[in-house]
């Protein structure tokens, strides 16, 4: 059995729909399972937001290390730290680029919507050749002036982590900076929980780095659960989008992301 049928397997398994989007960095080689439908973003359209900060950043339009008053007025909820943190305090753009993916952090993700704007953010996109990805409202606010969510595509967001990957997003260096910002995410229980390598940094030798590194942005909804991220492999780099919704047991979908993961990383490393 082929991986388009392992991954079309995984997927049926766990109900709703899913979106895959797969593509070696090296051969061009890819794996897709409903490449352009529509998906409710969810927190993986920070990706695009933290683009946006970086192109702005770039021309000239924003200072990374420009410090931010947090209000209370500015806390929302869900995921995140700054909502529990104390009013007043001020933090640089930068930081809150860090927070907004390290730790997916809603409150800092609204603070950068209004510093850069939902329609800058849309139009960097539609630039880049990725009118899939829209982003619509800010996190958690209540009520919800625009009930309609944010919406991606598996094809246009692996596209838009190949330009990262490959340094062809605002600037190399702004590319570097953001793929070492996903690499440091902390949300790990979904498309890297499989590998087959050492995830303990105290099993390496001493000195050894590790095998497989993933960049990568996690996101969560009801019956909604995604990842997208480069996979550095030494030689096999590839990028990936899992999409899913309508999910009838959120736990099955995200065991199918983990299965998923796990048979386009054999396929594409070898391993």
Request: charged share 25%; hydrophobic share 45%; with cysteine.
């Given at each position: 059995?082929?991986?388009?049928?392992?991954?079309?397997?995984?997927?049926?398994?766990?109900?709703?729909?899913?979106?895959?989007?797969?593509?070696?960095?090296?051969?061009?080689?890819?794996?897709?399972?409903?490449?352009?439908?529509?998906?409710?973003?969810?927190?993986?359209?920070?990706?695009?937001?933290?683009?946006?900060?970086?192109?702005?950043?770039?021309e000239?339009?924003?200072?990374?290390?420009?410090?931010?008053?947090?209000?209370?007025?500015?806390?929302?909820?869900?995921?995140?730290?700054?909502?529990?943190?104390?009013?007043?305090?001020?933090?640089?753009?930068?930081?809150?680029?860090?927070?907004?993916?390290?730790?997916?952090?809603?409150?800092?993700?609204?603070?950068?919507?209004g510093?850069?704007?939902?329609?800058?953010?849309?139009?960097?996109?539609?630039?880049?050749?990725?009118?899939?990805?829209v982003?619509?409202?800010?996190?958690?606010?209540?009520?919800?002036?625009?009930?309609?969510?944010?919406?991606?595509?598996?094809?246009?967001?692996?596209?838009?982590?190949?330009?990262?990957?490959?340094?062809?997003?605002?600037?190399?260096?702004?590319?570097?900076?953001?793929?070492?910002?996903?690499?440091?995410?902390?949300?790990?229980?979904?498309?890297p929980?499989?590998?087959?390598?050492?995830?303990?940094?105290?099993?390496?030798?001493?000195?050894?780095?590790?095998?497989?590194?993933?960049?990568?942005?996690?996101?969560?909804?009801?019956?909604?659960?995604?990842?997208?991220?480069?996979?550095?492999?030494?030689?096999?780099?590839?990028?990936?989008?899992?999409?899913?919704?309508e999910?009838?047991?959120?736990?099955d979908?995200?065991?199918?992301?983990?299965?998923?993961?796990?048979?386009?990383?054999?396929?594409?490393?070898?391993?």
């Open positions: 059995m082929g991986v388009h049928e392992k991954v079309a397997d995984l997927a049926a398994s766990a109900g709703g729909v899913f979106g895959v989007a797969a593509r070696s960095l090296h051969t061009g080689e890819e794996m897709l399972l409903n490449p352009d439908e529509p998906f409710n973003a969810a927190s993986v359209i920070k990706i695009p937001i933290m683009v946006e900060v970086f192109r702005q950043a770039e000239g339009l924003l200072d990374l290390e420009c410090r931010v008053r947090l209000a209370e007025t500015h806390k929302v909820g869900g995921s995140g730290i700054l909502k529990v943190l104390s009013a007043g305090m001020k933090l640089p753009i930068i930081d809150l680029v860090r927070l907004m993916i390290v730790v997916s952090d809603n409150t800092a993700s609204n603070l950068l919507i510093i850069v704007g939902i329609d800058q953010v849309n139009e960097t996109m539609r630039r880049l050749g990725f009118p899939g990805i982003l619509r409202r800010k996190f958690m606010t209540v009520p919800v002036a625009k009930p309609v969510p944010s919406s991606i595509t598996p094809r246009d967001m692996t596209g838009l982590l190949e330009k990262i990957a490959r340094g062809q997003v605002v600037s190399a260096w702004a590319c570097d900076l953001m793929v070492r910002i996903m690499k440091q995410q902390q949300y790990n229980d979904l498309i929980a499989l590998l087959p390598v050492p995830g303990d940094e105290d099993e390496l030798l001493s000195g050894e780095m590790p095998r497989v590194e993933i960049a990568h942005k996690t996101g969560s909804v009801s019956r909604v659960r995604h990842d997208a991220g480069i996979v550095y492999a030494p030689g096999r780099d590839y990028v990936i989008t899992i999409l899913t919704k999910l009838p047991r959120p736990r979908g995200e065991e199918a992301i983990r299965g998923i993961f796990l048979e386009t990383y054999r396929h594409f490393t070898r391993a």
